[in-house]
């Protein structure tokens, strides 16, 4: 007993500072698992217990016991009792973790949706796809490359894949309890859908990329510089820490802050615009915010990307969430079918024409697909690329909209091909190379 006794209070202080240390990450913990589960309930419809076993089944955010408050529209999280986080559903802004002092309320104003549909068959409009037998598509060979991509569901852990091909659906395959109706976490895949918002006000000849970054506060000192270009190709030079392990940028961010539009607004240069390039979420969201100043109210900001590019491209099931002060999350929150993820494919392999009307200039394309310095060829502006062979058996002119936990859309212009992917795992547990090689095989 003596032993026990001398140990436990050796162990005390070990314990004591274990808890010190790691207390502030369930911040983390509880902040993902409730925001998590409010969004993929009510925005994208979908069972609570699948949510749980499958979405939420990760190291550490597992510790989290979830419940749901139905009647308030919200979804509540804590560790063991501690850190307790609540994240709830405001309507045509999708989820938003809230603490004690948010009150429902403050009411925001919502998005206007045109929600008519397009007299076209997929994917330039809403009606059934055309059942075309394409006589260079070798439709066996697409189906093995389908299924394999299935074909390991513990490793791989694929959900959905789409492939596109000239304009017609070559074909399209779901996992149970997902289907071509279910909205689908683009994660950083709404970077792209972002910038593609600075590509249509260039087209409507309200901003260019080389204009500096309107902050008042960057006026008078060296960030005043940096460009709307230098922001889109994350070569800034602002300090950014992009790290989800610990309380770092990226997750103060993301689970401490009300406005995140503004969190990388007061970092300091650590070198010069286009001298490094630094991957910063961020970057986005302070992209976001200088895009709702260039509207005269909040309703405009909110109405934009629904006019001119969402629902004017039929991407009706698509729900941008916004943080607590009504600014659109544009590092990771946009929820839409992998059907409305390809149509956004189809838009940058047809440079930005949408049955007859251009929604960004051409040239955009070569914009967002122009090599970032430093970037070793994988990006461009807001943009992944293939320009120096990452994946070495598919096109190098291919690029994509990238998302964690392997979130994608590949545009393949040599190939007249836009191909979807969504799931629970990225490279290497699900082989990009293999899966595009195979998938390319089907028009060669």
């Known amino acids: 007993m003596k032993y026990l006794k001398r140990s436990l209070f050796l162990l005390l202080p070990i314990l004591g500072t274990l808890v010190y240390l790691n207390y502030p990450k369930l911040n983390i913990i509880s902040g993902y698992a409730s925001k998590y589960m409010a969004s993929a309930t009510y925005v994208a419809e979908r069972d609570s217990s699948s949510i749980v076993e499958n979405d939420l089944k990760m190291p550490l955010v597992e510790l989290a016991e979830v419940s749901l408050d139905m009647k308030n529209s919200a979804a509540l999280a804590s560790v063991y009792g501690l850190m307790n986080r609540k994240a709830i559903y405001r309507e045509g802004l999708g989820s938003v973790l809230v603490d004690s002092d948010y009150s429902t309320d403050d009411t925001m104003p919502q998005p206007y949706r045109s929600f008519e549909e397009i007299a076209k068959a997929y994917p330039y409009g809403h009606l059934k796809e055309k059942d075309t037998l394409l006589p260079e598509v070798d439709y066996d060979q697409l189906n093995r490359a389908s299924a394999q991509a299935f074909s390991n569901p513990e490793t791989q852990k694929t959900r ?55 902050i008042p506060e960057w006026k008078d000192d060296e960030r005043g510089q940096i460009t709307l270009n230098h922001l889109l190709r994350m070569q800034s030079g602002l300090a950014w820490e992009e790290d989800y392990s610990k309380i770092s940028d990226v997750t103060q961010m993301l689970f401490l802050e009300d406005d995140m539009s503004w969190a990388q607004k007061e970092k300091k240069l650590i070198a010069q615009p286009t001298e490094v390039w630094n991957y910063s979420s961020g970057t986005t969201n302070l992209l976001s915010g200088i895009l709702r100043q260039q509207f005269r109210s909040q309703q405009e900001y909110l109405d934009f990307p629904y006019q001119f590019l969402i629902d004017k491209i ?30 956004f494919g189809q838009l940058y392999l047809d440079k930005g024409s949408w049955n007859g009307e251009q929604v960004f200039n051409p040239s955009w394309v070569d914009y967002i697909t122009e090599v970032t310095a430093d970037s070793d060829g994988e990006y461009g502006a807001h943009f992944w690329l293939n320009a120096q062979g990452k994946y070495p058996d598919v096109p190098r002119d291919l690029f994509s909209c990238n998302g964690f936990q392997g979130q994608y859309v590949f545009v393949i212009p040599s190939k007249s091909m836009v191909v979807v992917r969504t799931g629970l795992a990225e490279n290497p547990e699900f082989d990009v190379n293999g899966f595009l090689a195979e998938v390319l095989k089907s028009v060669e």
Request: charged share 20%; aromatic share 14%; glycine share 10%.
């Open 314 to 343: 039929g991407m009706h099931s698509m729900v941008l969430e916004a943080d607590v002060k009504g600014n659109y999350v544009g590092s990771y929150y946009a929820w839409a079918t992998t059907r409305d993820w390809a149509r």
């Open 160 to 214: 959905t894949v789409l492939v596109l091909y000239k304009g017609f659906l070559l074909g399209e395959r779901y996992i149970d309890g997902f289907s071509k109706d279910t909205r689908v976490l683009g994660w950083s895949m709404t970077k792209s859908l972002l910038a593609t918002c600075y590509g249509i006000l260039e087209h409507q000849g309200k901003l260019e990329m080389d204009w500096p970054a309107p």
